[in-house]
């Protein structure tokens, strides 16, 4: 049967000796306590909480421990009050002097953060705004107080702590929640209060009012958790913990404690001992549940996973739909508890939190003043922004591109498919083309060529790939789900689309050619690995190809920990494997002994034979030398490729590569995956000591980044005088590459506690017990490099840090002080590519189209390219491409500025009007323009009308539109038709 989880907790506070504990704690003693293993902790705070009703402080002794604490008080005692005071925020204090002294609950505290310095309160009225639905406010003042509070003022609210405003609607995302708000006022009244999607920019829903928290980074108070945890707070804590906890006399002073030791002189021994592991033996776990008399409660983790282990194990234990940190065993309780750790060998899943998904679509498609376009008649340009040109009785906006020798063309909104942001395959700016002149039309009938070719050569493989005949796997069996359930994490739904996508691949009977992308901790290591595990099941061979031997390590740890419970051999083959063993092992892939081998390009050099090679998995292929893919493309002939790139692929690419190949992006963070707390300041030696201790506290480590070589030394000396007796490592790019790589290993196996680096930082590697970084000298970066530094860190559940160090702030310059500022701005999950976007485009260019395109796509742009790329595919199946029409119509053509104010963003919204493909994208863009901007004024009604007819006539294959003095002309590919009368007229035209 299927408990709720309170049951659990009613029967651990049944157990023997608590009431005689309790009655010790009351007269404030010191009590020793053993035999309080996993949530048993958790459990033991609450009891004693309720029956003494007082508050009890459970000190943890890291991040990790902490939110297992409130994870389990949570689920097994809903009602109970549970207190996690975190002291870098503001509000810390004040949650430590609300707490009620003679009601129960229960504080989960870190114990280094016991004495550290609380951040003075907020007045009231700076803390926190609330703005509710038929409230009084105005848009101005709203704007004002989120401007005193720290607040970033953008043209688009895509993460916490930003706002923009629109006329009558203003757009935030409050610190501390997971979506943004939309207040649209009216006058001085708030009219609605609405939540948003940051990616679609679509209303989500409607609220009754938002509270909006400052920003606002406050001085530090002399108070401390310490001093304000009520007197009659019983401390529970571990030896683990007090080492830790510098002040422990003065907390401790006057106090109840509850001791928790493993050893013999405790007072009181509960028995709640740790249980044994099945990692996925279900037939063992069920033999010994039946033998023992004790009542057994299996935390599964969701409804689903508690069906599927109801018709695994029968009728018996108790099953609890939750998730718990660790079970324990009471013998003299009478009680038992297994988690998903115990059942399966993985930790407890974090909770799916919902993040910031992408980049909105306005930003992918908008033009900027200064970007250099491309304009299909004319080649390159630069826009200078758009103008508003009346005509008679006819007023429109145009977008002024400037080319060589000063000359400038005047393109319409109408028109503005004919116009595309210029992406090459280099950083240097291209040279622009002369109006009149041939060079471009030579360029574009030479990429026309190259694009020809090239889309033969992709139709070709494509056509080969869909004839050839690849191995039938078999559907997911029973294995499949064990394995599936053991995954230590929710799937976020691209991971979840990205397995979905490889299993039906592999399951199609024709070798699968897959592209997973996602950054590094993004969980395409699972997808990989859940594509093995199918693979050898279905009784073939896997190679997994790594760059490194680092990541071979880690790659070889995961596959070898997760699939312990299953019969299938998984080896190594790196410079870490002696040449003996190797040797053994490539004797064994021979033979068929091998079912998945992890290796470096050390295993391309040995020419291996498998015995039935079914799987090649490829990991940062782009990482691989000219000569190694070749032979990677001798291994892949009839098996089935996955291969997989941290690389962000832009979107631009996506369109280019539509139908030609399979790619799947998981851009959602894990679950779990918090935000880097991002701090920028000068040098000092305090606020450094301060970092390191922070992390080293709690058995982490730390980057600390210093990139010239010279002075790498007296850095390290510097830091050794702030922590003496601390093992620094230290490493550079003019080291030799195996001793670069071994310190690096040894860093990443914890061997030293802190990596004083210039920045070579491996990027490719999961270095979870890295929360910590620091780097001197921000100033000198540049934005995409120092957002890539601080992605080093913060890859586990833990709360990472990353300080920047910059000289005084008269000693850098403005642009430098930007940049840091854009960088705390943007420190949330996912806005690296809205950092970065540009440099991402053209970093992905030449590695997606390969050197031989390079010359193209540097002459013509990307975007132009690629959809020469698609249209000639298209004419290769037999397909004619859709063409882009001129338009030329009697009607105004702008968004005036009282609409829309910004000036990119109506070019941006032109670009996404004018490029929908049907009427019904039409219907749903006009209601989100409503949604975002309030109701449009006539004018835009315009617009509508002008998409329309674009829309209509592309599906015509129509090459010019033109209506205009109560004439219609409308020409196609065979023939020019001419007839009377306006737009109304022209629709109907174009719907017959």
């Given at each position: ?33 053993r ?35 409130l ?30 002294t ?7 505290i870190?114990?280094p ?11 009231a ?15 101005e ?45 009216a ?65 401790a ?6 001791e ?7 007072r ?7 249980p ?18 004790l ?65 909105p ?88 060529r ?20 690849g ?12 394995l ?52 050898a ?42 040449p ?13 002994r091998?079912?998945?081998v ?17 799987l ?16 990677i ?8 490729v ?64 210093h ?11 510097r ?16 080291m ?42 921000a ?6 490099d ?28 403005p ?22 976007l540009?440099?991402l ?95 449009y ?26 209506a ?29």
């Amino acid at each position: 049967m299927t408990l709720p989880p309170e049951d659990l907790f009613t029967a651990f506070a049944a157990a023997p000796l608590l009431g005689e504990l309790a009655g010790k704690l009351a007269g404030n003693a010191r009590v020793g306590v053993r035999g309080v293993a996993g949530a048993a902790r958790a459990l033991l705070a609450a009891a004693v909480a309720e029956r003494l009703r007082r508050p009890v402080a459970l000190i943890c002794t890291d991040d990790d421990e902490r939110d297992e604490a409130l994870a389990d008080l949570a689920r097994l005692r809903p009602g109970l009050a549970v207190l996690a005071p975190v002291p870098e925020r503001e509000d810390a204090a004040r949650v430590l002097q609300n707490i009620a002294t003679d009601e129960p609950s229960v504080i989960v505290i870190i114990g280094p953060d016991l004495d550290r310095p609380l951040p003075s309160q907020l007045p009231a009225g700076e803390r926190e705004l609330a703005v509710a639905a038929g409230g009084t406010a105005t848009p101005e003042a709203v704007i004002a107080w989120l401007d005193r509070a720290g607040y970033e003022l953008v043209d688009l609210v895509v993460e916490p702590g930003e706002f923009a405003r629109r006329g009558g609607i203003v757009d935030v995302f409050p610190e501390r929640t997971e979506t943004p708000s939309r207040l649209e006022f009216a006058g001085d009244t708030v009219e609605s209060v609405r939540s948003f999607d940051a990616l679609s920019q679509r209303t989500t829903r409607r609220v009754e009012s938002v509270t909006i928290l400052s920003r606002r980074t406050p001085e530090l108070s002399n108070l401390t958790v310490a001093r304000l945890l009520p007197d009659r707070t019983v401390l529970v804590t571990d030896p683990a913990g007090r080492p830790s906890i510098r002040n422990e006399k003065e907390v401790a002073e006057r106090r109840a404690v509850i001791e928790l030791t493993a050893g013999t002189e405790a007072r009181f021994d509960l028995g709640f001992v740790e249980p044994g592991s099945y990692l996925g033996n279900s037939e063992l776990l069920r033999s010994e549940l039946a033998a023992s008399p004790l009542c057994w409660h299996l935390a599964c983790g969701t409804p689903e996973r508690c069906r599927r282990l109801r018709e695994t194990l029968g009728p018996g234990p108790a099953l609890l739909p939750v998730s718990l940190s660790h079970g324990f065993v009471g013998a003299r309780a009478g009680i038992g508890l297994l988690t998903e750790r115990e059942l399966y060998g993985s930790p407890r899943p974090r909770p799916a939190r919902r993040r910031f998904r992408g980049v909105p679509v306005d930003n992918l498609v908008a033009l900027r003043p200064g970007d250099h376009v491309v304009h299909v008649d004319y080649g390159v340009g630069v826009f200078e922004g758009t103008r508003r040109v009346r005509h008679e009785a006819v007023e429109k906006d145009y977008l002024t591109l400037r080319y060589a020798a000063g000359d400038r063309v005047f393109v319409p909104v109408e028109n503005l498919g004919l116009v595309d942001r210029y992406v090459g395959s280099g950083r240097e700016a291209p040279a622009l083309d002369r109006i009149g002149g041939r060079s471009w039309l030579l360029a574009k009938a030479r990429a026309a060529r190259a694009s020809l070719d090239y889309a033969g050569e992709l139709v070709e493989i494509s056509a080969r790939r869909a004839l050839a005949r690849g191995h039938t796997f078999a559907p997911d069996g029973e294995w499949h789900r064990e394995l599936a359930a053991a995954f230590p994490f929710t799937e976020t739904p691209d991971q979840a689309w990205a397995l979905e996508t490889v299993r039906q691949d592999m399951e199609r009977g024709r070798p699968m050619e897959r592209l997973v992308c996602g950054d590094v901790g993004y969980g395409k290591t699972e997808v990989a690995l859940r594509a093995a595990f199918k693979a050898a099941a279905g009784l073939k061979q896997v190679a997994v190809l790594v760059p490194t031997t680092i990541l071979c390590w880690q790659h070889f740890d995961t596959f070898r920990r997760r699939l312990a419970p299953f019969p299938f051999r998984v080896e190594m083959i790196s410079r870490l494997v002696p040449p003996t063993a190797r040797h053994r092992v490539l004797d064994d892939i021979a033979a068929g002994r091998v079912d998945i081998v992890i290796a470096t390009h050390s295993l391309l050099s040995t020419a291996p034979r498998f015995r039935d090679l079914g799987l090649l998995i490829v990991d940062e292929e782009q990482k691989f030398g000219v000569r190694q893919k070749e032979r990677i493309k001798a291994l892949r002939a009839g098996v089935d490729v996955l291969s997989l790139s941290a690389t962000p692929v832009p979107r631009t690419l996506y369109l280019a590569l539509v139908g030609l190949r399979d790619i799947s992006t998981i851009h959602t963070p894990p679950p779990g995956r918090r935000e880097v707390l991002t701090e920028v300041a000068p040098w000092d030696d305090a606020l450094i000591t301060r970092y390191l201790e922070r992390e080293l506290d709690r058995n982490g480590q730390v980057f600390f980044v210093h990139n010239r070589i010279q002075t790498l030394g007296i850095v390290e000396r510097r830091l050794r005088r702030l922590l003496p007796g601390l093992d620094i490592a230290t490493a550079h790019g003019r080291m030799p590459a195996r001793r670069l790589e071994d310190l690096y290993l040894e860093f990443a196996t914890g061997r030293h506690p802190v990596l004083l680096s210039t920045a070579i930082i491996e990027s490719g590697v999961d270095l979870p017990n890295v929360n910590t970084i620091i780097v001197d000298r921000a100033d000198t970066f540049g934005l995409a490099d120092l957002h890539q530094l601080r992605g080093r860190v913060g890859r586990s559940g833990r709360q990472a840090h990353a300080l920047f160090l910059t000289p005084s702030r008269a000693d850098i310059t403005p642009e430098a002080r930007k940049r840091l500022s854009a960088l705390v701005a943007y420190s949330r999950l996912g806005s690296g590519f809205r950092l970065a976007l540009r440099d991402l485009e053209i970093r992905g260019a030449g590695d997606l189209l390969g050197t031989r395109q390079h010359g193209q796509v540097a002459r013509v742009g990307l975007n132009l390219y690629a959809r020469m790329i698609r249209e000639a595919s298209s004419r290769l199946r037999g397909e004619e491409p859709a063409a882009e029409p001129e338009l030329s119509l009697e009607l105004n053509a702008f968004m005036p500025e009282s609409y829309v104010p910004e000036a990119f963003e109506r070019v941006a919204l032109y670009r996404r009007l004018l490029g929908l493909e049907s009427e019904e994208e039409l219907r749903g863009f006009e209601e989100e323009l409503v949604d975002r901007f309030g109701r449009y004024p006539p004018v835009v009604a315009d617009l509508f009308r002008i998409a329309l007819v674009r829309i209509r006539a592309r599906k015509l294959g129509l090459l010019k539109v033109s209506a205009r003095a109560g004439l219609i002309t409308i020409t196609g590919p065979d023939r020019t038709e001419t007839l009377r009368g306006g737009i109304t007229e022209l629709l109907d035209r174009l719907c017959r």
